[in-house]
């Protein structure tokens, strides 16, 4: 096996699997190591239950919070890592969220580089994961040098019927951007099927915009590929030269064996907190708190996505396959009566009984002889999300 490589890249999630794919189309040669394995296709990828109550696709890796107690992160080790099971929402930053804003609970400081800086980079994603939508409807859409790669999924009539309620409230509803490979003017041939298996299944079709598919295998598929993928391997540590100046080695511990790779660049993207854990675990005596932590701030800061989802129970059935199709951004940087930015509001996948499970005590409280399949019938499903 070869052991040296232009780019070893740590990770085949969203931001190790596009870049692999960009770089093996620069014909680099490249060397993946993902944790992981591949996910299975399975009848099981679009089953609720074991998606939702059994945790099927949750990786066994339990960690400790501050007082040793044992806890199960949400964590996904696949090609293709979070995105194997992420909505394929593919929004982007506005001019204003690289600058200084002031939140409620105090400054964000303004980023080393602004929205124009990534605006190209943006946009040749946007092409490589398929994002339908439509530029002019959001008022706080940033600028774009291009239009969107793919037209805008349409709404199904209950949701074409919110959309209309949202804009006769003064509201400014438009297409949520989303990346999956869907035809609509030709379903028969489409890869997506428009089906209510996207938002948190993974795909049984690879249709869904994905790390894996539109990264790796896009990657892998190039004409004499330069690309390099091996799963099953946990990165322990990246050991550097005496002077602590380069990574000279990634030692890999691959079904129990240890291997050692070497590359001109090391790139460590496996994730935000094993990506910290990883610059941790590789300190030496010219590094005595882990790699790249001359500030002792690595792992110290929490980032989360702060958010909720809200389930409205309409006076009408909601027959809705297809549901990810509206955002609302006139909240994004506050209003008339809040100061501060607020955020983001878009549908999630269309809900089903085996899913409301977990909303089950609450549920019951409002409609406490409904069953979950006829709560599920009735819902409209939200997801907010303001600043991490």
Same mark, same amino acid.
Request: some cysteine.
């Given at each position: ?206 249709? %869904? ?11 892998? *598929?190039? =004409? &004499? #590929?330069?690309?390099? !993928? @091996? ?26 064996? %240890? ?11 496996? *994730?935000? =907190? &094993? #990506?910290?854990?990883? !610059? @941790? ?26 958010? %909720? ?80």
């Amino acid at each position: 096996m070869t052991n040296h490589y232009e780019v070893v890249i740590i990770g085949s999630g969203a931001g190790g699997g596009t870049l692999a794919r960009c770089l093996a189309e620069a014909g680099k040669k490249v060397l993946v190591l993902e944790r992981g394995d591949w996910l299975p296709r399975e009848p099981q990828n679009w089953d609720p239950t074991e998606v939702f109550q059994n945790n099927r696709y949750v990786s066994v890796d339990p960690w400790k919070d501050r007082n040793n107690k044992q806890f199960q992160p949400g964590s996904h080790y696949f090609v293709g890592g979070a995105t194997k099971l992420y909505g394929a929402a593919h929004f982007r930053l506005r001019e204003r969220d690289f600058e200084e804003l002031i939140h409620v609970d105090g400054i964000s400081p303004a980023w080393p580089l602004r929205y124009n800086d990534f605006e190209p980079y943006y946009t040749r994603a946007e092409a490589m994961y398929h994002v339908h939508g439509e530029r002019g409807e959001d008022p706080t859409e940033p600028s774009a040098s291009a239009p969107y790669p793919y037209p805008p999924i349409k709404h199904e009539p209950r949701m074409q019927q919110l959309v209309d309620g949202f804009k006769a409230a003064g509201l400014h509803p438009f297409h949520a951007p989303t990346g999956v490979n869907l035809d609509e003017a030709n379903l028969p041939f489409s890869a997506c099927v428009k089906c209510n298996r996207c938002d948190g299944f993974p795909c049984l079709l690879h249709a %869904k915009g994905d790390a894996e598919v539109m990264g790796i295998r896009a990657g892998l *598929g190039l =004409a &004499n #590929s330069s690309l390099t !993928l @091996l799963t099953r391997c946990h990165v322990l540590k990246l050991i550097t030269n005496l002077a602590g100046d380069t990574i000279t080695e990634v030692l890999v511990d691959r079904d129990g064996e %240890k291997l050692k790779f070497t590359g001109d660049i090391v790139v460590v993207s496996c *994730g935000a =907190a &094993n #990506s910290a854990r990883l !610059l @941790l675990m590789s300190a030496n005596d010219k590094h005595p708190n882990g790699l790249a932590n001359r500030s002792d701030q690595v792992g110290r800061n929490y980032m989360y996505h702060n958010c %909720k989802a809200v389930v409205a129970l309409g006076r009408e059935p909601n027959d809705t396959i297809f549901q990810k199709t509206i955002a609302v951004n006139d909240w994004y940087f506050g209003d008339n009566d809040f100061d501060f930015p607020i955020g983001n509001i878009q549908m999630t996948g269309k809900t089903n009984g085996a899913m409301m499970k977990g909303y089950k005590p609450k549920l019951t409280a409002l409609a406490p002889t409904w069953s979950m399949d006829k709560l599920a019938e009735r819902s409209l499903d939200f997801w907010l999300q303001t600043e991490d």
